[in-house]
C-alpha cells in the first residue's frame, strides 16, 4: 500500500507557541490531503480538506485562523497550529487520497500527538 | 448528510474463532465507497477492507471479509481465525466520490482477542 508519512510523532510546546505539522505521501502524489483530529477513544473528526495549490476548505467550528493549512507541494501538506493552547492537545492525523487505478482509497500518516503546556 | 453506525462498542472473541463487526450507513447515494479501517494502540489507521458500492461480490482480503448489503445499507465485516494481534479499534467509513471525497467514520468498535 502507499505510504504517508507524519512529523513529528510528538511534540510538547508551551501555550501561545505555533506547532508545525507535515504530513508526506512518500511513493504516490496526492492532490488533496486530509486533517483530521482524534480525543481519547473517539472517533476521527475531520478538520479540514487541503487541496494542492488552492485554499483548504475547514469543516463547521474548524476556526481558519487558529489551525493553517498548506499544500504547497503535490506530496506535502502542513498543518500549523498558531497561538496554541491547552484545549489544543489532541492527537491529529492526516490521510492522503490515493486512486490506483480510479478506486477511491485514503491511507493515513501515524499521527503526531500535541500537548500543549 | 451521511452518517455512519457502528452499534457495538465492544467486542470479544476468542483466538482462532471468527467474529463480525456491524456497520450501518445512511445515504441517498449511488456511488460510494465503504472502508474498514484497524487502529491499533499505536493508533496508526491501517486499512483492511475496501469496497465499491457498484460490486455486488463482497471484497475479501485474506481473513478478513466484508457482507455488503447494499439495500440494507449494511456493511459488516468478518475475521476468521482471529489473532491476537487482530485486538484494536475497528472504524467503519464511508466516502462519497460527489461529496468532497472525505471520509465519514462510525464511532468505532473495540476488539478483544482473547488468548
Known amino acids: 500500500g502507499a505510504v504517508v508519512s507524519q512529523h513529528p510523532s510528538w511534540v510538547i510546546c508551551k501555550s501561545g507557541t505555533s506547532v508545525k505539522i507535515e504530513c508526506r505521501s512518500l511513493?504516490?502524489?496526492?492532490?488533496?490531503m486530509f486533517w483530521y483530529r482524534q480525543f481519547p477513544k473517539q472517533s476521527l473528526m475531520l478538520m479540514a480538506t487541503?487541496?494542492?495549490?488552492?485554499?483548504?476548505?475547514?469543516e463547521q467550528g474548524v476556526e481558519k485562523d487558529k489551525f493553517l493549512i498548506n499544500h504547497a507541494s503535490l506530496t506535502l501538506s502542513t498543518l500549523t497550529v498558531t497561538s496554541a493552547h491547552p484545549e489544543d492537545s489532541s492527537f491529529y492525523i492526516c490521510?492522503?487520497?490515493?486512486?490506483?487505478?480510479?478506486?477511491?482509497?485514503?491511507?493515513f500518516g501515524p499521527g503526531t500527538r500535541l500537548l500543549v503546556l | 448528510a451521511q452518517t455512519v453506525t457502528q452499534s457495538q462498542p465492544e467486542m470479544s472473541v476468542q483466538e482462532a474463532e471468527t467474529v463480525t463487526l456491524s456497520c450501518t450507513y445512511d445515504?441517498?447515494?449511488?456511488?460510494?465507497?465503504l472502508f474498514w479501517y484497524k487502529q491499533p494502540p499505536s493508533r496508526q489507521m491501517i486499512l483492511v477492507i475496501r469496497?465499491?458500492?457498484?460490486?455486488?461480490q463482497n471484497a475479501t482480503e485474506n481473513r478478513f471479509s466484508v457482507n455488503f448489503q447494499k439495500a440494507a445499507k449494511s456493511f459488516s465485516l468478518k475475521i476468521s481465525d482471529s489473532q491476537l494481534g487482530d485486538a484494536a479499534m475497528y472504524f467503519c467509513?464511508?466516502?462519497?466520490?460527489?461529496?468532497?471525497?472525505?471520509?465519514?467514520f462510525g464511532g468505532g468498535t473495540r476488539l478483544m482477542v482473547k488468548p
Open positions: 445515504t441517498s447515494e449511488s456511488d460510494y465507497y
Open positions: 511513493d504516490f502524489q496526492a492532490t488533496t
Open positions: 490521510s492522503a487520497r490515493f486512486r490506483p487505478s480510479g478506486a477511491e482509497t485514503q491511507y
Open positions: 469496497q465499491e458500492a457498484y460490486k455486488q
Open positions: 467509513a464511508y466516502l462519497n466520490n460527489n461529496a468532497g471525497n472525505m471520509l465519514t
Open positions: 487541503s487541496n494542492e495549490g488552492s485554499k483548504a476548505t475547514y
